[in-house]
Each structure stands twice: as structure tokens, then as C-alpha cells.
């Protein structure tokens, strides 16, 4: 079935296959993040496929995300690292989710909150919630995670609260700036982490799970991959590292079809501001989709779809909801298929190309998918 105006097709056997490769390249266990609704591809439908593919935890930002894996069933291991002065963490708790600390005064609060979470019944004994937190240090992202004056003051009061019973210290962890540029600045992160982990341990922290590698990691630096791999965007198929192709396969397929056709003279201005004039004589298709579905504004002038088997560019500005393909002279009717990215292979643009365009990473060309395409989903037999 086609949908109206547009769908976004997301194949979970890619998602799957490529989750497998990421397994083939480490030793870790793999962590398939499924933030921002799945990279744009579907949050549970994403992770259902990454588990299927070997995957034993799943990485989200919000809590909301996290309780929405757990609300569609899923019972695999959750880790949530995103928090805010108003994060319920006894609801996190109460649904078995792991939350990532960034200083003490986090740690305070989300020992506080579990003080007034419902308790569960074991053996007729009444037993809190308990937190399984991972904490984070910043080792060279000036981003989350305590920075090195916290790190201290944030293990020996996590220790303080682990004897106490007040929660588990399952991970520590950081985030690589430049695991797909910089080995140099890999190699001195990894070095700031060591440390920081030597330093929890020295204060009597055991934790089962130090993760530190990202999707370009997993291929470019093993020696970050310690107990788990966070993968994000290689679990989409989307190769992590500029110029390097590892055999991850695009999973989404973005695609409408041609809703009006005119055939116009030369000297013809298309769209806002008439930014393009028609050369000569061609013909114009006009597409349902625009920016509020994710079609980049930045990329007008330079974007292609594939429409009739060929690349044709936009002419014109992208609008809201709607761009123009000059199809020259193509012989184009209504409900003719287009292509706007995929995994490249039928000639169609692919997200790395309309980032390319667009002056953006593929992430954001993903992510930026809007909420009126709809994702439909399927299961292609062919493997990478
Ligand atoms: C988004 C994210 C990832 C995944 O990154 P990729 O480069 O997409 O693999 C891993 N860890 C954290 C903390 C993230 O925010």
C-alpha cells in the first residue's frame, strides 16, 4: 500500500544486519542507541529489531523515551542519560531503567526522590526501587559528565550511597568528541578515562559496565570498547567515519510521488523569491513533501531526487510542504514514484549526500524526518 502523500520505508532487516556487523567488530556487548524516536526511523520498532540483531541494551536521551520502550514491552536492559532538574528518576527506577549521573548534587536529588518512590514486595518484605546509575565523566566533550574537579566528590558519594543500599553503581562512562576525525584526540580521552576509572575503583567502586565508544569507535578504536558499544548512527546504516564504508546498509527509504506536473518555457521563475529561472523549456514536478517533512531548505540548489530511474535536481527554493523537480524532459505523470534518500543502491540520493547538500550531518537529515510522514515497515531478504 502506498501511502498519500508520502512514507518513510524502514527496512528492519538492515537495522538488524547491521546491529550483527557491529557485534562482528567488538568483544563488547552492543548498546543500540534508539534516541530521538530511533534516529527518525521508530523508537520500538528500531529497538526490537537492534535486540533481534544481538544488541542486549538499548541508549536513550529522555526519560520519556525511556518509559516508552518499556510501556510498548520491552524489558531489555534501558540506560537514559539526559536529565533535568525535573526528572521523575523513582518512576525510572520503579521501571528497572538505568540513569546516568553527572555530579553529586544529581546524585542527592535522585537519592531523594527514590525515598519517596513506591516500594515493591519481596518475601513479604517491602524493598525500595533500587537505582542502577552510571556515572558519567566528561573527558574531553566539555559536554555532559562531571568535569575533573567533580569526579571526586560524585564517586565517594556514590560509594557513600551504594554501602547505604541506596542505589547500585552499575557504569562509568564518557563520549568521544572526535571518533570519527582524530585518533589524537580519541587516544587522550581514553587516557583522561582510564584515570577517572582508576580513581573509582580506588574509592571502591565495582561497576560491571565501563562504555566509552560510539558507532565510529566500534570500527576505528577498539581499545575504547571496554564492556559496551554505544552505537547510534551505524545502527542505521549510515557509515560513521568520512570515507570509510564498513557494509552497514541504510534502513529508511524516504519516498512520494509526483502529485502535479507542468510543463513551463524558458525564462520561468519557480517558487519563493523566483530564486530559480527556468534555462529553457521543461517540466516541472511538484513533490508533497517540504522542510516541515525533513526536505533540508539549506539544500535547495544543489539537492537531486531520483525520479523516472535518473537524478533530477529541485529548481527553487524548498518550501514548507512542497518542492519542485525540474524533470527536463522526462516524461513525468502524476503518481510517478520519487525517490528523496535511501541506501543509494536503486541510484537514489542517500542521507550522507542530502547532508552533503545541506551542510549537516546525516543525523540531522534522519532525525529531521517530520512527524506527517508516516514510517511504514518492512523486512528485505537481501543481507549487506
Ligand atoms: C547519540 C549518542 C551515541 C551514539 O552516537 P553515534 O555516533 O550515532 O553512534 C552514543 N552515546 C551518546 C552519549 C550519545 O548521545
Not at 502535479?260 to 523569491?273: E, F, I, M, Q, S
Not at 527556468?278 to 531520483?306: K, N, Q, S
Not at 524533470?327 to 542521507?351: N, Q
Request: aromatic content about 6%; overall charge neutral; glycine content about 12%.
Amino acid at each position: 500500500m502506498t501511502s498519500e502523500l508520502a512514507e518513510a520505508v524502514v527496512d528492519l532487516a538492515a537495522v538488524t544486519g547491521n546491529v550483527e556487523l557491529i557485534g562482528g567488530a567488538t568483544s563488547a556487548a552492543v548498546m543500540a542507541v534508539v534516541k530521538a524516536d530511533g534516529f527518525g526511523h521508530g523508537a520500538v520498532p528500531a529497538a526490537m529489531a537492534a535486540l533481534a540483531g544481538g544488541a542486549t541494551w538499548l541508549g536513550v536521551t529522555s526519560a520519556a523515551e525511556a518509559l516508552a520502550l518499556r510501556e510498548a514491552g520491552i524489558t531489555a536492559p534501558v540506560l537514559s542519560w539526559l536529565h533535568g532538574p525535573y526528572t521523575d528518576y523513582a518512576a525510572l527506577a520503579a521501571a528497572g531503567i538505568d540513569v546516568s549521573v553527572n555530579t553529586a548534587d544529581q546524585l542527592h536529588t535522585l537519592v531523594q526522590a527514590l525515598g519517596r518512590a513506591p516500594s515493591t514486595t519481596e518475601n513479604d518484605k517491602k524493598v525500595p526501587f533500587l537505582a542502577h546509575v552510571h556515572l558519567k565523566i566528561d573527558t574531553g566533550m566539555s559536554r555532559g559528565g562531571a568535569g575533573t574537579d567533580g569526579w571526586p566528590e560524585l564517586v565517594s558519594w556514590a560509594r557513600k550511597y551504594e554501602r547505604e543500599g541506596a542505589l547500585a553503581v552499575r557504569g562509568v562512562w564518557s563520549h568521544l568528541a572526535t571518533a570519527d576525525t582524530s585518533p589524537i584526540g580519541v587516544a587522550a580521552q581514553a587516557a583522561a578515562f582510564a584515570e577517572a576509572v582508576a580513581w573509582a575503583r580506588d574509592a571502591g567502586l565495582r561497576p560491571d559496565l565501563l562504555h566509552l565508544a560510539n558507532s565510529a569507535a566500534v570500527f576505528t578504536a577498539p581499545r575504547t570498547h571496554y564492556d559496551l558499544v554505544r552505537a547510534g548512527i551505524a545502527v542505521y546504516g549510515v557509515e560513521p567515519v568520512p570515507g570509510r564504508t564498513f557494509g552497514l546498509r541504510p534502513a529508511l527509504t524516504l519516498r512520494s510521488h509526483v502529485t502535479l506536473v507542468k510543463r513551463v518555457p524558458a525564462g520561468t521563475g519557480v517558487g519563493y523569491g523566483h530564486d530559480h529561472v527556468t534555462a529553457r523549456p521543461t517540466t516541472l514536478a511538484l513533490i508533497p513533501l517540504g522542510f516541515a517533512d525533513g526536505v533540508p531548505r539549506a539544500a535547495g540548489g544543489r539537492a537531486e531526487v531520483l525520479l523516472g530511474g535518473v537524478r533530477r535536481p529541485l529548481a527553487g527554493r524548498v518550501a514548507m510542504d512542497q518542492c519542485v523537480v525540474d524533470a527536463g524532459d522526462l516524461d513525468v505523470h502524476p503518481g510517478d514514484p520519487v525517490t528523496v534518500l535511501g541506501p543509494g543502491t536503486h541510484g537514489e540520493p542517500t542521507a550522507a549526500d542530502w547532508a552533503a547538500w545541506a551542510g549537516t550531518n546525516p543525523h540531522e537529515i534522519l532525525t529531521g524526518i517530520g512527524p506527517r510522514v508516516p514510517r511504514r515497515y518492512a523486512r528485505s531478504k537481501e543481507r549487506a
